[in-house]
């Protein structure tokens, strides 16, 4: 049997994800008890309380199916971001919502713009599909290269991907361009903005997506629990749009994509304010802490709204990520991006922040 004969032709032109290295993987390798990982932008803190006593009540009932239409919670993030729950889809992690919309969209030879380097689940989403993507490089200083995907657009393009901000650069397309972009682009075309660190642009004027979905856009924006939420282990991701625009995609849906637990871990979340404020501040307090000691090692450090940071050595990152796990912290190398010499960091706790930025410079200095 080989690859070419019985898969789907499409399905050999991709490779099977390659997550960041676990902690037990990386335990046993270095027989190491204690490991701090920076590498898959998580939440340090874990989840709030309300949504571990939520998921504590809702495991009894774990023998029946789930609420198929996750109502409550969509009933939720309806009120929080001034929508109607029928312009909000729930499903199992924005993965999921992200593949679900090539399902919906893409017909074979329709072409997919999005920048690169970017989330690789556009790629897989549109070439799975027998779609074409249409790559257009970031700009030199890691921005959308908003007039490079204007003219990528054709007549046989179908999605346009913004994630914003972008993994890995954690950069974000300014507010007043996306608007202009957004008025440029044909009707016909969707654009996808995958708001997975949304949250944590610290821009007061910032609009999000949901706002250009009530000004009547054909966006899709797209949300995750997984990383201001720290419920990544839940699988929770939502997907906002008018009725027109959103009917294929929940259509292609699962029938019972979201278990008890984590709807009800979710609407729970988003009832402690208390948690999400004390995420975004120490969030933003880490970001500022690393950058500036990333900064006094000369270790390049793009401006982040996320949380995470996209750093560039200056020299081959591989052996410093080697180095940074035989002493207990795992972080992300950017080589399967194009960028051998970039890592990048999530913001963990101060503790995990302080101890990376020791270990990091004992090994710069070596
Ligand atoms: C930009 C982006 N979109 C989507 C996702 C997927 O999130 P989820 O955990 O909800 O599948 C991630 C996860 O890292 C991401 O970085």
């Not at 009894?60 to 001034?82: F, V």
Request: hydrophobic content about 40%; charged content about 20%; aromatic content about 10%.
């Amino acid at each position: 049997m080989t690859r070419s004969t019985l898969w789907r032709q499409e399905v050999t032109k991709l490779e099977a994800y390659v997550p960041g290295k676990s902690i037990e993987e990386v335990q046993k390798q270095y027989g190491l008890s204690e490991i701090t990982r920076l590498a898959s932008n998580e939440n340090p803190y874990g989840p709030s309380p309300k949504a571990i006593d939520a998921m504590n009540a809702a495991a009894a009932d774990s023998h029946l199916y789930p609420e198929p239409t996750s109502a409550e919670l969509r009933g939720k993030l309806g009120t929080l971001y001034g929508v109607d729950p029928s312009q909000v889809l729930v499903s199992n992690g924005a993965d999921n919502v992200l593949m679900l919309i090539g399902q919906a969209y893409v017909n074979p030879g329709d072409e997919v713009v999005y920048c690169v380097p970017t989330f690789s689940v556009y790629r897989t989403s549109t070439v799975v599909m027998g779609g074409v993507p249409i790559e257009v490089p970031l700009t030199g200083d890691y921005k959308f290269d908003l007039d490079g995907m204007l003219a990528a657009v054709t007549e046989r393009t179908k999605l346009i991907y913004l994630c914003n901000p972008n993994n890995p650069t954690g950069t974000i397309v300014d507010c007043a361009a996306l608007e202009e972009f957004l008025k440029k682009v044909p009707p016909r075309v969707v654009v996808v903005l995958d708001e997975a660190y949304g949250e944590f642009i610290d821009v007061p004027s910032y609009k999000t997506g949901a706002e250009y979905v009530r000004e009547g856009y054909p966006v899709i924006s797209v949300h995750t629990f997984s990383k201001l939420y720290g419920l990544a282990a839940m699988r929770v991701g939502y997907a906002i749009a008018n009725p027109d625009v959103l009917a294929p995609v929940l259509a292609v849906r699962e029938p019972f994509p979201v278990s008890r637990m984590a709807n009800s871990a979710a609407a729970a979340s988003l009832d402690d304010t208390e948690y999400r404020e004390f995420i975004l501040r120490t969030n933003r307090e880490g970001l500022a802490y690393l950058s500036e000691q990333l900064r006094q090692m000369n270790v390049g450090v793009n401006p982040s709204y996320s949380n995470f940071l996209f750093a560039d050595l200056h020299r081959d990152a591989a052996p410093v990520v080697e180095a940074l796990m035989k002493a207990g912290y795992i972080v992300r190398p950017c080589k399967s991006w194009g960028y051998p010499e970039h890592i990048r960091i999530t913001v963990g706790s101060p503790d995990q922040n302080k101890g990376f930025i020791e270990a990091l410079r004992t090994i710069l200095e070596a």
